[in-house]
T-cell receptor, first 119, second 111 residues
Framework: GAVVSQHPSWVICKSGTSVKIECRSL??????MFWYRQFPKQSLMLMATSNEGSKATYEQGVEKDKFLINHASLTLSTLTVTSAHPEDSSFYIC???????????????FGSGTRLTVV | GEDVEQSLFLSVREGDSSVINCTYTDSSSTYLYWYKQEPGAGLQLLTYIFSNMDMKQDQRLTVLLNKKDKHLSLRIADTQTGDSAIYFC???????????FGPGTSLSVIP
């Protein structure tokens, strides 16, 4: 089946630095990728939708200058948390959609997530 | 707007059935899903149902949909300790649209 690799699985960074999280579709082309954020014991909140070759669409309340999304190829999307602060500490999960497969056929696949801790 | 609600906790004994309930507000939600998340891991799609269906069974899983009341439930038969996880109800308007998640129900299975 479709596999999405998310890297790193965990990262600790100092306040004020930037962190890049990668989301790769390993055996399919992902025309659309979604980035979610999950606080402890809470649900997933959609941050943005990225389509290959175009600008990401951010959900209301998500700072696009702080959470930079790049979807430069059909197999890779990156989320960069710029000037990270402790309140950015969270679990970030990506999801990739394979163009030729609809959702119920497993067309959406989630990465295993990245736990970001900002100290 | 879109909103999905779930009870937050459920505890059952091993071997019993578990029923996790979900309500949603968006009547345009055509596709409804159940996901499982184990600690520190990503999400695993368990099953899905279309809005024109009222029931779907898949091995130990049974999904019931009451479209009139916008109520969705997931029944896990013969619950095992390995079923302990957080279960998310989610909905989308199209098969290609963003998916809105509920808060998740933490299922604890007592041996």
């Amino acid at each position: 089946g479709a596999v999405v690799s998310q890297h790193p699985s965990w990262v600790i960074c100092k306040s004020g630095t930037s962190v890049k999280i990668e989301c790769r579709s390993l055996d399919f082309q992902a025309t659309t990728m979604f980035w979610y954020r999950q606080f402890p014991k809470q649900s997933l909140m959609l941050m943005a939708t990225s389509n290959e070759g175009s600008k990401a669409t951010y959900e209301q309340g998500v700072e696009k200058d702080k959470f930079l999304i790049n979807h430069a190829s059909l197999t890779l999307s990156t989320l960069t948390v710029t000037s990270a602060h402790p309140e950015d500490s969270s679990f970030y999960i990506c999801s990739a959609r394979e163009y030729s497969r609809v959702f119920w056929e497993g067309g959406y696949t989630f990465g295993s997530g990245t736990r970001l801790t900002v100290v | 707007g879109e909103d999905v609600e779930q009870s937050l906790f459920l505890s059952v004994r091993e071997g019993d059935s578990s029923v996790i309930n979900c309500t949603y507000t968006d009547s345009s939600s055509t596709y409804l899903y159940w996901y499982k998340q184990e600690p520190g891991a990503g999400l695993q799609l368990l099953t899905y149902i279309f809005s024109n269906m009222d029931m779907k069974q898949d091995q130990r899983l049974t999904v019931l949909l009451n479209k009139k009341d916008k109520h969705l439930s997931l029944r896990i038969a013969d619950t095992q300790t390995g079923d302990s996880a957080i279960y998310f109800c989610a909905g989308g308007r199209t098969s290609y649209d963003k998916v809105i998640f509920g808060p998740g129900t933490s299922l604890s299975v007592i041996p």
